[in-house]
Every structure is written in structure tokens, then in C-alpha cells.
């Protein structure tokens, strides 16, 4: 089945826009579309078709687009980087990139004159954005360390690989999945740590053993949303890694034909679990993978605290180390990933690696390189060893390049964060996640402290503020936090993270000294 046979009860804009044509069809148009320019364009096309081949029109930036890319297992190579960086130099002060919670890059600042150019660079090096946006199923993530940690059960890299390639035709572009009813996030995780968060997926894949034999039990329904956020639950089934692909397939065609289309704010996979239930939700899949599935393994293999990937690690190669490098609030402008490039060349084997909290691994470094890799000055910026906060923080685009955010978020957040570092003594990370809107990019309810963008009242003024979360657990026994406080202004916030911090995390004013 193909996006332009889905049966649909009901049309709203957006399914009208996609049985019109679908959103893959544009890529054949992209020289015509730089000819014309964005203005000139089909309002259609530039504001939403554009983003099956993940190219995004951004008002707050008009005639400077967003590029999402697809970096399955949120790994690329030196190459790649370096053609990212001369991407995104040419349009200096908006040029920048977002690692994103998804172990992928945005792309900031691009011009759709330069399309063509971009995506004929893009396939030089293997790089694609295909479907990468609206309703399809957004970047696969899995294990940063997959290969290289010695306690991993299942390295995912391969399995990552072959889901996006059935997704994506090899990221040609699929018709048979570029109409869903909405967007669709995978996860696979072979280690202990639940380093994909897998609660907060669609789909989910997690370690489990049965019988003595390894494989995966599987979650299903966890998504964020403006109306709604759940925590994936289980399937109550168990597969062996080579049925994976298979049930992924099978999974996505029982959504696309029959999920709800109607109401986009209840089209995410939960609500037609809700409609079905979950024995006739698994009934259905079993039907479309030809054969009935073991029922899930007992528990599972989750069983660490969750890591940050932060520091110097060894590998589980012998006399080979990774360095987790800590990207403040993901972004990255030309000159740093020139230098990451560089460095993963130096001292790796060219491979970098993204993490959920937006931060960077560069893997394969010998014992005897360390001590030169110690001496980079760019361990000044990207730190090995940041404060505690600083190390934690995780924050989503806002209001500088997203129409959707309702507060300015990497800049206050990095602010706020030095404001407290110089304030308070922290014996530990607290996880402060920031997010522009309700649709929640900035993952809050995963957080020790989650804010999440608003609009506020102060003096009887509308002003920027908060809704705090509280509570969010990641790693073994995850859980998501709940909204504890509403409307805080941004302005106020200071203080009442301060008194957060001391009052639930133990942090310890810092004593002053007069000079």
C-alpha cells in the first residue's frame, strides 16, 4: 500500500495536502523550486511538503530553512561532518547545527537556492534528509556506545541500519511509509542503560533473555505531545534480533492502514491502541508478520543508571578509549565541526557519534594518543569534565529558529545555568531539561527538572514563563515526571530553581568571601 491508496474516514488539511500529492513527489521539483525562489513558491509545497525531504520553512526566519538529517544509531563520519560545516558556513551568523534528542543535526540557516548544490553534496558523502519530517518515522535511535561498551548485550548499529533502509528505500524515499498518520519514533537498545530512552518511542526494542536465548521485548504507544504525553508500555512480546526489521514493518503497515486520521491532535500510535486494545493491537501485527509472537521474557536486561557518555571511557577494544565530549545545549557552528572532524581523524578512526543529550563521542582513541588528545584546545569549549549542571542540561531549538516556541530556551538555559553554577555547590548532575512549547522537543518530562515554555502574567502583563516538571526518571525503572508548578515567569525563575535545587538535590549555597 502506498500513500496516495491510504483509506481515510475523514479529511483535514493535512491529510487533503497529502492525497493531493505526496510529499516524496517534491524531490523531482527541487531545481525548479530554486529557480523560483521561496516566495514564488507554492505555499503547499514550501510549507509542508518540503519536509519529506527534510527541508523546513521557518517564519521566524523567512527565507532561511531548517534541514533534518537521518543519522540512524546517530553516527557519521569525519567527511560527512566536514561537509556539514561548509554547508552551513556559507550563511554566517544563522549558519549553525542542533544536535537533537534524536541523535541527529539541524541544519540552520539554509537557503533554498542552494538545494540542489546541498543535496548533490549530501550524496557524494551518503547523507540523507529523506523523510525526515511530518508524518513519517522520524531518526532511528540506538545505542551511542553500540561496538564499543563491554557490557552491551546486542550491538544495534546493523539492526538501526537495515530499519532505516527498509523505511526509506535506502534512502531513496518509500512511498509505502511516507504517508503516516502522523510522525513515528523507533528505538533499539542492546545495552543496560536505556541510553535511547525507550519509554518515550512509539516503538521500542529493548534487551531481554527467554529460554537462554537473547533477544528483545518490546514497547509500544510512548510519544509527547500538546495534548497528551504516555510512556510506551509493553507489548507483551519477545523477538529473536533477526525478526526485528520484520516486525517494525509490520508494526507501521498496522498503524498506516488504520490509524486515526481524523483528529491530528489523536493520531499518535497510543490512541488506536486505546480504540483496539492491546490484545487486538498485537493480534494485527501478528497477522501482518505471518506468525504469532512469543510472549514478552519476564523482565528485561535494563538494569544500570542511565550514563551520559561524558569523559574519557575504555572501550571494550583493548587499549582503546572513547572521549564523550559535552556540546552546551547541542549547537555547533562551522568552525567547531571542522575541528571535531579534524580530531576524530587524528586521534580515532574519522567516526563520530551523536547522544540523546545532544552531546559527542568520538571513539577509537589509542592509549598512546591520549595525553596530545588532553592538550586540544577545543576540550576548553567542548569540556570533558563540565560543572554538574552545565553537564545535564538538554534544551530543544526555541523561539530563535522555531515558529512553535512560545520562550528563547539554549540561550536563557545556558544563562541561568552559569547564574546557579556561581550560586550553589552540586556533589551530583541534575538532569534540567528545557523545552519552547507543549510539543515538548526538549523532552521535560524525562527530567529531574523539566521546563516546558509558556506564556505567563506578571503585574498583569503577558510575559514569558515556565511550567515546571518534576520527577522524570531515565535509565532502569523509567518514568515520566508530572507538571508540579504552572506559569512561572521567566524572569522569576532564578530563585525558584535555586531553592529546587537546595531543597530536593542537596545543593549547598556557595559561601561568599569578600576581597
Known sequence: MTAATINTT?????????????????????????????????????????????????????????????MPNGILNSSQMRVLAEVVQRY??????????????????????????????????????????????????????????????????ELV????????????????????????????????????????????????????????????GGFFSAKRCDAAIPLNAWVHPQD?????????????????RANRQKSRLMWLIDEWGLERFREEVELRLGKSLLPGA??????????DHIGIHKQKQSDLYYAGLHIPVGRLYAEDMFEIARLAEVYGTSEIRLTVEQNIVIPNISDARLASFFT????????????????????????????????ETKNRALAMIKALESELEMSQPVRIHWTGCPNSCGQPQVADIGLMGTKARKNGKPVEGVDIYMGGKVGKDAHLGT??????????????????LVTHFGAKPKVLVNT
Not at 526509506?168 to 543496560?192: H, M
Request: include cysteine.
Open 10 to 70: 475523514s479529511q483535514n488539511k493535512f491529510e487533503k495536502l497529502k492525497a493531493e500529492k505526496d510529499g516524496l513527489s517534491v524531490k523531482a521539483e527541487i531545481e525548479k523550486f530554486a529557480t523560483l525562489g521561496w516566495e514564488a513558491m507554492d505555499e503547499t509545497d514550501r510549507d509542508h511538503r518540503l519536509k519529506w525531504l527534510g527541508v523546513f520553512f521557518r517564519p521566524v526566519t523567512p527565507g532561511k530553512f531548517m534541514m533534518r538529517l537521518r
Open 92 to 157: 554566517g551568523d544563522d549558519g549553525c547545527v542542533d544536535i537533537t534528542t534524536r541523535q541527529n543535526f539541524q541544519l540552520r540557516g539554509v537557503r533554498i537556492e542552494d538545494l540542489p548544490e546541498i543535496f548533490n553534496r549530501f550524496q557524494e558523502v551518503e547523507l540523507t534528509t529523506v523523510q525526515s519530517g511530518m508524518d513519517n518515522v522520524r531518526n532511528i535511535t540506538g545505542d551511542p556506545l553500540a561496538g564499543l561498551d563491554a557490557s552491551e548485550l546486542y550491538d544495534t548499529r
Open 161 to 220: 541500519d537495515q530499519i532505516q533502509a527498509m523505511i526509506t528505500n535506502n534512502g531513496v524515499g518509500n512511498a509505502e511509509f511516507s504517508n503516516l498518520p502522523r510522525k513515528f519514533n523507533i528505538a533499539i537498545t542492546g545495552g543496560r542503560d536505556n541510553s535511547v530512552h525507550a519509554e518515550i518511542n512509539d516503538l521500542a526494542f529493548i534487551p531481554a533473555f527467554k529460554d537462554g536465548n537473547f533477544g528483545f521485548n518490546i514497547l509500544v
Open 244 to 260: 526485528v526489521v520484520a516486525v517494525c514493518r509490520a508494526i507501521l503497515e498496522v498503524y498506516r492502514d488504520n490509524g486515526l
Open 298 to 307: 519476564a523482565h528485561d536486561e535494563i538494569n544500570w543508571e542511565k550514563r
Open 376 to 407: 586540544e584546545s577545543l576540550l576548553g569549549k567542548f569540556k570533558i569534565n563540565p560543572e554538574p549542571l552545565t553537564r545535564a542540561l538538554v534544551s530543544c531549538t526555541g523561539a530563535q529558529f522555531c515558529n512553535f516556541a512560545l520562550i
Open 483 to 500: 507538571c508540579v508548578t504552572k506559569g512561572v515567569p521567566c524572569e522569576d525563575l532564578q530563585p525558584v530553581l535555586h531553592e529546587l
